[in-house]
Protein backbone atom coordinates (compact mmCIF):
# COMPACT_ATOMS: atom_id res chain seq x y z
CA UNK A 1 0.00 0.00 0.00
CA UNK A 2 0.91 3.28 -0.81
CA UNK A 3 1.55 6.22 1.93
CA UNK A 4 1.97 9.66 1.41
CA UNK A 5 3.21 11.94 4.25
CA UNK A 6 3.67 15.51 4.66
CA UNK A 7 6.94 16.83 6.67
CA UNK A 8 6.36 20.68 7.33
CA UNK A 9 4.04 22.54 5.53
CA UNK A 10 6.95 25.22 5.04
CA UNK A 11 9.11 22.72 2.85
CA UNK A 12 6.69 19.66 2.46
CA UNK A 13 8.33 16.41 1.05
CA UNK A 14 6.23 13.52 -0.03
CA UNK A 15 7.31 9.94 -0.43
CA UNK A 16 5.88 6.63 -0.91
CA UNK A 17 7.34 3.43 0.91
CA UNK A 18 7.66 1.92 -1.86
CA UNK A 19 10.64 4.34 -2.89
CA UNK A 20 11.96 4.01 0.71
CA UNK A 21 15.97 3.77 -0.30
CA UNK A 22 15.66 6.41 -2.54
CA UNK A 23 13.92 8.76 0.13
CA UNK A 24 17.47 8.14 2.07
CA UNK A 25 18.93 9.52 -0.10
CA UNK A 26 16.43 12.76 -0.39
CA UNK A 27 17.90 16.23 1.00
CA UNK A 28 15.91 16.72 3.82
CA UNK A 29 16.16 20.70 4.79
CA UNK A 30 13.24 21.49 6.31
CA UNK A 31 14.58 21.49 10.26
CA UNK A 32 17.98 22.76 9.18
CA UNK A 33 15.95 26.06 7.78
CA UNK A 34 13.36 25.95 10.67
CA UNK A 35 16.41 26.39 13.32
CA UNK A 36 18.21 29.11 11.14
CA UNK A 37 14.78 31.28 11.20
CA UNK A 38 14.28 30.42 14.41
CA UNK A 39 17.54 32.00 15.85
CA UNK A 40 17.36 34.39 13.72
CA UNK A 41 13.83 35.60 14.89
CA UNK A 42 15.03 34.94 18.23
CA UNK A 43 18.40 37.41 17.77
CA UNK A 44 16.02 40.17 16.33
CA UNK A 45 13.37 39.83 19.46
CA UNK A 46 16.43 39.93 21.43
CA UNK A 47 17.88 42.89 19.81
CA UNK A 48 14.45 44.74 19.98
CA UNK A 49 14.69 43.84 24.13
CA UNK A 50 17.68 45.02 24.89
CA UNK A 51 16.73 48.54 23.13
CA UNK A 52 13.36 48.59 24.85
CA UNK A 53 15.11 48.37 27.87
CA UNK A 54 17.88 51.13 27.16
CA UNK A 55 14.98 53.94 26.28
CA UNK A 56 13.07 52.72 29.57
CA UNK A 57 16.40 53.33 31.54
CA UNK A 58 16.94 57.01 29.42
CA UNK A 59 13.08 57.70 29.79
CA UNK A 60 13.37 57.11 33.81
CA UNK A 61 16.44 59.22 34.24
CA UNK A 62 14.89 62.09 31.93
CA UNK A 63 11.41 61.60 34.17
CA UNK A 64 13.71 61.71 37.50
CA UNK A 65 15.39 64.83 36.63
CA UNK A 66 12.31 66.60 36.03
CA UNK A 67 11.23 65.89 39.07
CA UNK A 68 14.33 67.01 40.75
CA UNK A 69 13.59 70.24 38.89
CA UNK A 70 10.52 70.58 40.78
CA UNK A 71 12.01 70.14 43.62
CA UNK A 72 10.89 66.92 44.55
CA UNK A 73 13.39 64.64 46.84
CA UNK A 74 13.38 61.77 44.69
CA UNK A 75 15.13 59.01 47.04
CA UNK A 76 11.97 59.51 49.32
CA UNK A 77 10.12 56.07 49.37
CA UNK A 78 6.70 57.28 47.25
CA UNK A 79 9.05 58.53 44.61
CA UNK A 80 12.30 56.07 44.54
CA UNK A 81 10.42 53.64 42.00
CA UNK A 82 8.46 56.54 40.37
CA UNK A 83 10.69 57.01 37.61
CA UNK A 84 10.27 53.54 35.65
CA UNK A 85 6.82 53.28 36.82
CA UNK A 86 6.26 56.24 34.83
CA UNK A 87 8.70 55.34 31.90
CA UNK A 88 6.97 52.29 31.61
CA UNK A 89 3.17 53.91 31.47
CA UNK A 90 4.41 56.21 28.91
CA UNK A 91 5.51 53.51 26.74
CA UNK A 92 2.38 51.96 26.87
CA UNK A 93 0.52 54.62 26.67
CA UNK A 94 2.63 55.34 23.33
CA UNK A 95 2.32 51.59 22.04
CA UNK A 96 0.80 52.75 18.71
CA UNK A 97 4.42 53.78 17.18
CA UNK A 98 5.42 50.35 17.47
CA UNK A 99 2.24 48.74 15.60
CA UNK A 100 1.41 49.03 12.21
CA UNK A 101 -2.79 48.22 10.74
CA UNK A 102 -1.73 45.24 9.68
CA UNK A 103 -1.08 44.15 13.08
CA UNK A 104 -3.92 44.65 15.01
CA UNK A 105 -6.31 44.00 12.10
CA UNK A 106 -4.17 40.63 11.63
CA UNK A 107 -6.72 38.20 9.33
CA UNK A 108 -9.88 39.74 10.88
CA UNK A 109 -11.32 41.02 7.65
CA UNK A 110 -14.17 38.71 5.67
CA UNK A 111 -15.71 38.54 2.27
CA UNK A 112 -19.21 38.91 2.61
CA UNK A 113 -21.84 40.90 1.07
CA UNK A 114 -24.12 43.22 3.37
CA UNK A 115 -26.13 44.44 0.45
CA UNK A 116 -25.09 48.20 0.72
CA UNK A 117 -26.12 48.11 4.47
CA UNK A 118 -24.03 50.23 7.32
CA UNK A 119 -22.40 48.88 10.06
CA UNK A 120 -22.56 51.04 13.25
CA UNK A 121 -20.59 50.25 16.85
CA UNK A 122 -20.67 53.25 19.49
CA UNK A 123 -19.45 54.67 22.50
CA UNK A 124 -15.87 52.82 22.29
CA UNK A 125 -13.69 54.10 24.84
CA UNK A 126 -10.67 55.73 23.83
CA UNK A 127 -7.78 57.64 25.39
CA UNK A 128 -4.72 58.93 24.17
CA UNK A 129 -2.17 62.31 25.23
CA UNK A 130 -2.59 65.73 24.06
CA UNK A 131 0.86 66.32 22.00
CA UNK A 132 0.90 70.19 22.80
CA UNK A 133 0.41 69.45 27.02
CA UNK A 134 1.35 65.53 27.37
CA UNK A 135 -1.63 65.24 29.29
CA UNK A 136 -4.58 62.68 28.29
CA UNK A 137 -7.81 63.74 27.00
CA UNK A 138 -10.58 60.99 26.87
CA UNK A 139 -13.59 59.69 25.28
CA UNK A 140 -16.00 58.16 23.27
CA UNK A 141 -15.74 57.20 19.26
CA UNK A 142 -18.82 56.27 16.88
CA UNK A 143 -17.83 54.35 13.87
CA UNK A 144 -19.58 53.28 10.78
CA UNK A 145 -18.64 51.85 7.30
CA UNK A 146 -20.76 50.62 4.42
CA UNK A 147 -18.73 47.59 3.36
CA UNK A 148 -18.59 46.65 -0.16
CA UNK A 149 -17.60 42.81 -0.19
CA UNK A 150 -15.92 42.74 3.01
CA UNK A 151 -16.10 42.97 6.68
CA UNK A 152 -14.31 44.14 9.13
CA UNK A 153 -14.21 41.79 12.77
CA UNK A 154 -16.34 44.15 15.42
CA UNK A 155 -13.36 44.34 17.38
CA UNK A 156 -10.75 45.64 14.77
CA UNK A 157 -12.75 49.09 14.87
CA UNK A 158 -11.71 49.35 18.44
CA UNK A 159 -8.21 47.61 17.90
CA UNK A 160 -7.75 50.41 14.58
CA UNK A 161 -9.19 53.49 17.42
CA UNK A 162 -6.78 52.26 20.12
CA UNK A 163 -3.61 51.76 17.16
CA UNK A 164 -3.95 55.79 16.69
CA UNK A 165 -4.88 57.05 20.47
CA UNK A 166 -1.95 55.39 22.22
CA UNK A 167 0.61 58.08 20.37
CA UNK A 168 0.79 61.73 21.33
CA UNK A 169 -2.31 63.57 19.11
CA UNK A 170 -4.71 66.37 18.55
CA UNK A 171 -8.26 64.82 18.12
CA UNK A 172 -8.53 66.29 14.74
CA UNK A 173 -5.71 64.42 13.25
CA UNK A 174 -7.01 61.26 15.19
CA UNK A 175 -10.44 60.98 14.05
CA UNK A 176 -9.12 61.25 10.36
CA UNK A 177 -6.63 58.51 11.04
CA UNK A 178 -8.74 56.56 11.74
CA UNK A 179 -11.70 56.78 9.38
CA UNK A 180 -9.07 56.50 6.58
CA UNK A 181 -7.45 53.40 7.96
CA UNK A 182 -10.61 51.74 7.70
CA UNK A 183 -11.73 52.93 4.51
CA UNK A 184 -8.46 51.49 2.95
CA UNK A 185 -8.30 48.51 5.43
CA UNK A 186 -12.10 47.32 4.66
CA UNK A 187 -12.23 48.47 0.76
CA UNK A 188 -15.53 50.69 1.91
CA UNK A 189 -17.73 52.59 0.01
CA UNK A 190 -18.04 55.03 2.75
CA UNK A 191 -16.72 55.67 6.35
CA UNK A 192 -18.02 57.84 9.64
CA UNK A 193 -15.79 58.88 12.47
CA UNK A 194 -16.97 60.96 15.79
CA UNK A 195 -15.21 61.50 18.48
CA UNK A 196 -16.52 63.50 21.81
CA UNK A 197 -13.85 64.03 23.84
CA UNK A 198 -12.65 65.84 27.57
CA UNK A 199 -9.20 67.57 27.59
CA UNK A 200 -7.66 67.41 30.93
CA UNK A 201 -5.53 70.75 29.33
CA UNK A 202 -8.51 72.85 29.63
CA UNK A 203 -9.64 71.36 32.85
CA UNK A 204 -6.68 70.78 34.75
CA UNK A 205 -4.88 74.25 33.23
CA UNK A 206 -5.31 76.99 31.38
CA UNK A 207 -8.72 78.00 31.29
CA UNK A 208 -10.17 74.86 33.70
CA UNK A 209 -13.94 74.98 31.97
CA UNK A 210 -15.07 71.28 33.83
CA UNK A 211 -17.95 69.87 31.77
CA UNK A 212 -16.15 71.24 28.10
CA UNK A 213 -16.16 68.43 25.15
CA UNK A 214 -14.76 68.32 22.02
CA UNK A 215 -16.65 66.63 19.55
CA UNK A 216 -14.45 66.04 15.75
CA UNK A 217 -16.08 64.25 12.86
CA UNK A 218 -14.40 62.55 9.82
CA UNK A 219 -17.11 61.24 6.47
CA UNK A 220 -15.32 59.93 3.74
CA UNK A 221 -16.76 58.45 0.32
CA UNK A 222 -20.29 57.99 -0.06
CA UNK A 223 -20.93 59.26 3.52
CA UNK A 224 -19.59 62.50 2.16
CA UNK A 225 -20.60 62.60 -0.83
CA UNK A 226 -24.23 61.68 -0.07
CA UNK A 227 -26.65 63.47 2.00
CA UNK A 228 -29.07 60.51 2.95
CA UNK A 229 -25.94 58.13 4.08
CA UNK A 230 -24.84 60.97 6.12
CA UNK A 231 -27.83 61.71 7.42
CA UNK A 232 -28.66 58.06 8.57
CA UNK A 233 -24.78 58.33 10.00
CA UNK A 234 -25.68 61.03 12.46
CA UNK A 235 -29.01 59.78 13.64
CA UNK A 236 -27.97 56.78 14.28
CA UNK A 237 -25.15 57.75 16.57
CA UNK A 238 -26.95 60.23 18.71
CA UNK A 239 -29.94 58.23 19.04
CA UNK A 240 -30.80 56.86 22.50
CA UNK A 241 -30.68 53.19 23.03
Known amino acids: MNRVR ?16 SFKELPIKSKRVRTE ?34 GEDVDRE ?5 P ?5 ALQFFTSGYCQTVADVVGEGV ?17 HSL ?11 VHIAYIPQ ?10 RIANLFARRFQVQERLTRQIAEAIMETAGAKGVGVTIEATHMCMVMRGVEKQGASTVTSTVLGNFETDKQVRKEYFQLINSTR
Open 6 to 21: KIDSADTLTFSLKDKD
Open 37 to 70: DSSEDASVKSEESDNKEDKLVKMAAAIKTVLECL
Open 78 to 82: GLERT
Open 84 to 88: MRAAK
Open 110 to 126: FNEETQGDMVVVRNIDI
Open 130 to 140: CEHHMVPFSGK
Open 149 to 158: GRILGLSKLA
